[in-house]
């Protein structure tokens, strides 16, 4: 669209782009902003995970970080908030508006890395593997490679 003589670009919100990959199974309804609520889901969803993972979660909002840890794979084990103590297996960061539109189903973990909009650390393929526990099982799972 033009303004003028200006091209304006449209903005993330107004035009996303389709994703090739499968949406995760939402952990909260669009329009839901409870960060410990989500993560609370995830734990949920991550409690039949067939292995035994530390995933670290760390949500960025302002200055302030909040961190929990989620025991992945130990049947309905509560995520908790955490200081980093310990080495997790996997550790994800990202921005709070990132985290609510991956957790809202809006946004696919796999688009948010290849966009700089994820920080992921630790063992990559088990990150891969967990993302694809959590995705919606009645669309064909895609890896990003």
């Known amino acids: 669209m033009t303004?003028?003589?200006?091209?304006?670009?449209?903005?993330?919100?107004?035009?996303?782009?389709?994703?090739?990959?499968?949406?995760l199974r939402p952990l909260l309804r669009s329009g839901n902003t409870d960060l410990s609520k989500s993560v609370?889901?995830?734990?949920?969803?991550?409690?039949?995970?067939?292995?035994?993972?530390?995933?670290?979660?760390?949500?960025?909002?302002?200055?302030?970080?909040?961190?929990?840890?989620?025991?992945?794979?130990?049947?309905?084990?509560?995520?908790?908030?955490?200081?980093?103590r310990r080495k997790p297996d996997v550790r994800v960061v990202m921005r709070q508006d990132a985290w609510l539109q991956i957790a809202q189903g809006q946004l696919h973990p796999f688009d948010a890395f290849l966009s700089g909009r994820l920080q992921v650390g630790g063992n990559i393929e088990l990150a891969k593997r967990l993302v694809e526990h959590l995705s919606d099982p009645s669309v064909p799972y895609v890896s990003p490679c």
Do not use: I, M, Y
Request: glycine share 6%; net charge positive; proline share 8%.
């Open 3 to 23: 303004e003028g003589t200006k091209p304006r670009r449209a903005s993330r919100a107004e035009t996303p782009a389709p994703s090739a990959f499968a949406p």
């Open 40 to 84: 609370d889901k995830l734990s949920a969803e991550l409690s039949d995970f067939g292995s035994r993972v530390r995933l670290d979660v760390n949500v960025l909002e302002g200055s302030n970080t909040h961190a929990w840890e989620v025991a992945c794979g130990q049947n309905r084990a509560p995520a908790r908030r955490t200081e980093r």
